[in-house]
């Protein structure tokens, strides 16, 4: 066998100790693929005396992550810090300044900085691998980049992002509010203490990005992705999407458009009979198009230690076996900086609640609105009646575009008959 790959690891958290274990378990199998030993050498994370549930005495340690970077007797630094800048940014930028391989799980920093780093890669010929950094264990990104390669790719979409898909599940299955079930999944360490990144859809921003840039070769555009959370989604919302023949999914949603690339993530209405509808609970999955394989679907677990840490070894195999490809697909010279799509130019059709006070005409009222914008129905329900009570009145339209919908849904809104702002839920053609 050849010399073996050396490897330094910053950070040694959930995914960084999950790369350790299963390097100690798996070594022998990975060393007989890869052709050669992949050994860690160097590790740095801030408390050096934590147990980390894995013997990391013969390794040499640093207090500081950039400084191992420059300094350690390694092949790859493989960053598992986290954060869009900081030390995990420093980290990369001095191992690839000092002609080192990169691998990194990190879709924030990637999202901010992708095309800088791959620039920054390509220059000094290192690799930057990132197969971690979007829906965890899926190798999404190997997937893209090289089975699908002789693809155009027409729209790539997909659940990023597990925590808000196990809220989602839950509020559908239990019929509990966002907020309840928002609280048992940090019990169960589903959820951050502050959820933010997860609930209001960055985290899954951050990813569609990455996954955009590389599938439809452009720059990363992270300012581009249209972001929308679930906090607004409501048990309600999930019964009527059942009625109707759907499922509510956080989805992130990429597709070059006439008008330039269209990146969003936003709850959607999936069709009940498509293969998303049914990806539950913590689990991810992306559907890519391509002209000529039609759809391909990739389903798994988005998160955890066993899971990343086999997507970071995907990277650490194929450098071993001296398997190299640019960072997103293509020269970064040759990456495209398309225009945004505006949101407001997405067609599409569109769920509708509204709640309203029971009177004769305020039905009328709303429909002419829609006429007047042209907006074309499609269903109607109305449940139960209650004289001079709100009731929830719920529309399906047929395809419009969002500027007309955003009007009529302002107009409606603003009607006194009308109690609460109106809620929409963009249907997902599928
Ligand atoms: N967790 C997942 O399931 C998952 C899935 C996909 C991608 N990722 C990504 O993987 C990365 C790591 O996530 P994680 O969940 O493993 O995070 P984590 O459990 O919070 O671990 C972070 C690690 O970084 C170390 N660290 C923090 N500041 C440091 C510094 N200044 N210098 C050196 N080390 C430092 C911490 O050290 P101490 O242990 O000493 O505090 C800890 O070991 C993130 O980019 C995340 O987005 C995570």
Aim: charged content about 25%; some cysteine.
């Amino acid at each position: 066998m050849t010399e073996p790959l050396k490897i330094a690891i910053a950070g040694l958290g959930t995914v960084g100790a999950g790369v350790l274990k299963l390097l100690a378990k798996n070594g022998e199998l990975v060393a007989q693929r890869a052709g050669r030993r992949l050994t860690v050498t160097a590790v740095s994370a801030r408390d050096k005396k934590r147990d980390r549930g894995v013997d990391i005495s013969a390794l040499k340690w640093f207090d500081d992550a950039a400084a191992m970077a420059q300094e350690a007797d390694a092949d790859v630094i493989v960053e598992l810090v986290g954060g869009s800048d900081g030390i995990a940014k420093k980290v990369c930028e001095t191992a690839i300044a000092r002609g080192r391989h990169v691998i990194t799980a990190n879709k924030a920093l990637l999202a901010i900085h992708g095309t800088a780093l791959a620039r920054a890669a390509e220059a000094k010929d290192v690799s930057l691998g990132y197969e971690a950094a979007v829906a965890g264990g899926i190798p999404v990104i190997k997937a893209v980049r090289e089975g699908l390669a002789g693809n155009r790719i027409q729209r790539i979409y997909g659940i990023l992002n597990g925590t808000c898909n196990y809220i989602l599940t839950q509020m559908r299955k239990t019929g509990r509010a966002f907020e309840d079930v928002l609280a048992d999944a940090q019990k169960l360490g589903y959820a951050e203490a502050d959820p933010s990144f997860d609930v209001d859809g960055i985290d899954a921003a951050h990813k569609l990005a990455v996954l955009a840039a590389l599938a439809f070769g452009t720059e990363v555009n992270f300012k581009g992705v249209h972001i929308e959370g679930i906090r607004h989604v409501s048990p309600m919302d999930l019964d009527y999407a059942k009625e109707l023949g759907y499922r509510v999914k956080l989805l992130g949603v990429a597709r070059m458009t006439e008008h330039g690339l269209e990146q969003r993530v936003h709850p959607c209405m999936v069709p009940l009979e498509t293969p998303i509808a049914d990806v539950e609970d913590v689990f991810n999955a992306v559907v890519a198009e391509g002209d000529f394989v039609g759809n391909a679907v990739f389903e798994g677990r988005g998160a955890g230690a066993g899971p990343t840490a086999s997507a970071v070894l995907s990277d650490l195999v194929d450098l071993a076996r001296g398997r190299r490809a640019p960072t997103f697909g293509v020269p970064v010279d040759s990456l495209a900086r398309p225009p945004v799509s505006p949101m407001e130019k997405r067609r599409g059709s569109y769920y509708i609640r509204l709640m309203v006070v029971d009177r004769p005409g305020v039905i009328a009222d709303v429909t002419a609105v829609l006429r007047d914008e042209s907006v074309s129905l499609e269903a109607m329900l109305q449940r139960g009646r209650s004289p001079n009570e709100t009731v929830p009145v719920v529309l399906t339209t047929h395809d419009t575009e969002e500027a007309a919908m955003n009007r009529a849904l302002k107009k409606i809104g603003a009607s006194s008959h009308v109690r609460e702002t109106p809620r929409a839920i963009r249907i997902e053609a599928l």
